[in-house]
DNA sequence: ACACGATCCTGACTGC
DNA sequence: TGCAGTCAGGATCGTG
């Protein structure tokens, strides 16, 4: 479900709920994760205080008073605060009940997702190998193009690499590739500098678009408050094979790269 | 170092 | 209706 734009709608939903309030409880139903959720983990929650909800790439941080709890969503992950007594759905795998009768409720059919406590996720490999975020002013063309030079790899690949620049994932790769005109097979390394200043350009506004509109709704993804995301009303190429291109008009093109749906224009992306 | 495929898991959907 | 096959928004690991 969710990349960058998703991860933040969710964090911007939830964050003032959760900002001062106590733990008062924990319960972990299902911990088998990505990797195993901490299995102490109601010891370690339960008393401390809610200072902050950060985000970084597509983690989230819940800062507590004495460290730090990592979330990720994985695929079909969803976070809510709910009234504590909100009935179960199925894939409800953990519940950090607050003061105030809430409860912050982590979803996760998939079991990609993680849930895991730390006392420095930035020292930790999952997060000190990520690449600058999108909206940070290092990450712009003449960044993407010196760290292309010499590679073969096709260009969507390079940008959905985390390392590369973090929070893009499939849909957003096929969107910003699409608007620059790009053609997604073409090699990182044969792209000229005027063409990655307006990719890196382009990746940000529909970045910033697609957070404006809620995120993307696609099978279950909502809002913290159950709302859906309307950014799936603007893609114009995700999910839009076969279907004409709203450029030119001739036939959108699906092909798949390193394992992944990629659709494309072959009149317009070059 | 680089690029790719397989893999983790469940659910939705397709076609027979 | 049922069953097999395919695919899905992510990230890691092993391979050549």
Redesign the pocket.
């Known amino acids: 479900?969710?990349?960058l734009p998703?991860v933040e709608v969710t964090r911007m939903g939830i964050a003032s709920h959760l900002k001062d309030r106590r733990i008062v409880g924990v319960l972990v139903r299902d911990g088998?994760l990505?990797r195993p959720v901490n299995e102490d983990l109601a010891e370690l929650l339960v008393g401390q205080r809610i200072q902050a909800l950060e985000r970084r790439?597509?983690?989230l941080l819940l800062h507590l008073d004495q460290g730090q709890l990592l979330l990720?969503l994985?695929?079909?992950g969803s976070l809510r605060v709910l009234p504590r007594h909100t009935p179960l759905r199925?894939?409800d795998h953990v519940d950090i009940y607050l003061d105030h009768d809430q409860v912050l409720r982590f979803h996760d059919?998939?079991?990609?997702g993680l849930v895991l406590w730390g006392s420095n996720w930035f020292a930790d490999p999952?997060l000190a190998k990520l690449g600058p975020e999108p909206f940070d002013s290092c990450f712009n063309g003449a960044y993407l193009f010196r760290r292309s030079r010499?590679?073969?790899?096709?260009v969507k690949?390079?940008l959905?690499d985390?390392q590369t620049v973090v929070g893009v994932?499939?849909?957003y790769a096929n969107e910003s590739l699409f608007r620059s005109g790009i053609d997604p097979r073409r090699a990182?390394?044969r792209i000229s500098l005027a063409r990655y200043e307006l990719l890196a350009r382009t990746v940000v506004t529909v970045l910033q678009e697609a957070i404006a509109q809620g995120?993307?709704?696609?099978?279950?993804?909502t809002h913290p408050d159950g709302e859906s995301?309307y950014f799936r009303l603007s893609l114009l190429a995700y999910g839009r094979a076969g279907q004409s291109c709203q450029y030119c008009g001739n036939c959108l093109r699906e092909v798949r790269l390193?394992?992944?749906?990629t659709v494309y224009c072959p009149h317009c992306q070059h």
């Open positions: 479900m969710p990349e998703e088998r990505r790439g597509k983690y990720h994985g695929m079909s199925t894939h059919p998939r079991r990609f999952l010499g590679r073969q790899q096709p690949g390079f959905m985390n994932g499939n849909i990182a390394g995120g993307t709704t696609l099978r279950d993804f995301g390193a394992g992944r749906s």
